[in-house]
Nanobody, 127 residues
Framework: QVQLVESGGGLVQAGGSLRLSCAAS????????MGWFRQAPGKEREFVAA????????YYADSVKGRFTISRDNRQDMVYLQMNSLKPEDTAVYYCAAVRSMEPPRPVAAGPNYNYWGQGTQVTVSS
């Protein structure tokens, strides 16, 4: 069983940056693909980014492409989401997720394809 804990959320002004972290415990995630999702109030959960086991392949939602970067440190069992040029529409609870495969699932944006989830961290971007 894998436990995931997100951190790094907070309140930031539009145009600012935040770096989210996801710490895994219970077992190593070094051979698992990982993803970030978000859910804004009154909206469905949506895919943000995913990364394969080695970090060699990354995937992004069109809405964050060029602004967000997903990365991982397998020695530390950590996954990160660097968020730059934040917009008010990025406000949401951000969730880390893991899938028991080395490559992200197909389709990569389908939440049910991920096996483990964290509790989320709130990101609020003020205008």
């Amino acid at each position: 069983q894998v436990q995931l804990v997100e951190s790094g959320g907070g309140l930031v002004q539009a145009g600012g940056s935040l770096r989210l972290s996801c710490a895994a415990s219970g077992r190593t995630i070094s051979r698992y693909a990982m993803g970030w999702f978000r859910q804004a109030p009154g909206k469905e959960r949506e895919f943000v980014a995913a990364i394969n086991w080695s970090g060699g392949n990354t995937y992004y939602a069109d809405s964050v492409k060029g602004r967000f970067t997903i990365s991982r440190d397998n020695r530390q069992d950590m996954v990160y989401l660097q968020m730059n040029s934040l917009k008010p529409e990025d406000t949401a609870v951000y969730y880390c997720a893991a899938v028991r495969s080395m490559e992200p699932p197909r389709p990569v944006a389908a939440g049910p394809n991920y096996n483990y989830w964290g509790q989320g961290t709130q990101v609020t971007v003020s205008s």
